[in-house]
């Protein structure tokens, strides 16, 4: 939990801040740099070990969905929609992305909801259509252009969620280089280049907002599921609005308070959504970042591996192939890798 809240925090920065170079540069321009900041800035935590050619193969045409989707054209719409709303409007759209997420992940990814769930998303919803029902067509516009970038996002973070053979940052890298790349060569075309200092600032923003942001979501989303993840991320948009209430000083409207508030209430309605049930986990073999000891990952490393459970070793988050055995237990726990059976209730 603590990787996906500090996700919202950089994420939910980045919206108001980006929101101020939307003048500056045309929104293919301004998408396609922030996503190069992110390849740039996850370029240090890349480690050593690359995908082997199986995980890559797996797992391409989810990847593909994250890139086009997640990557290039949720980016293009928020950048779009930040130049017809005003910073902390924008900001308080994005929690659309957790409706989406949740949707998404309960009637496509099959993943377990429940009723917590459920209720929070739909006052999400409620506070959303606050902010967007408005006389003004420009507004509306933009309202819609960030509810079409919460909706790539959506498929994006339940594609990504189950993407256990590659790591975070080698996902994030993909993205930002092949979607940056593609939507600046789109803006430079339209819109020529930019000035020199709005470039620095978008990649910048891009680096912390997205880069960061982005790959500790993925780590945090994989131990919470896709759904849970997202509540946890749903904190940034409350984030963006405060930044630009304080920072940027923009003008605080009743409907942004009103709509504020029936969103924070959706999602901590949600928070604490975790299940206890008897359940079966049956053998598979697979490549994933985790930790040791616990009962999914009773493995044995060979006796030099820092890791090796039996050699009592500081636990280490690491990554390698590995098996599971058939276990049935019971505990609390979210819809994570290793939780994906199904209900028989909600």
Known sequence: MLRCSLAAVLFGISAPA???????MGAFT?????YLGAALFVVPVLGTKLPSRRAVRRSSARLAAA????GAVGPALLAAGLSHAPAATASLLLNLELVFTAVLAFFVFKEHVGPRVVAGTALVVVASATLGWSGDADLRWGAILIAGA????????????????LAPAHITLVKGVVAGSANLSIGLLLDGAPAGWPILAALVIGGFGYGISITLWVAGARDLGAARGQLVFATAPFVGA???WTVFSDAVTVREVVSLAIAAVGVSFVLRSGHEHDHRHDPVEHDHEHVHPDE?????HPDDHPNDVAAGAVAVRHQHPHQHRVLVHAHPHVPDLHHRHGHSHS
């Open 242 to 244: 405060v930044v630009a």
């Open 67 to 70: 890139v086009v989707l997640g």
């Open 30 to 34: 301004l998408a396609g740099l922030l």
């Open 296 to 300: 999914h990952h009773a493995h044995i």
């Open 18 to 24: 980006a929101s101020r170079l939307a003048a500056d």
């Open 150 to 165: 919460c909706l790539c996002w959506g498929v994006d973070n339940c594609v990504t969620a189950n993407l256990d053979e």
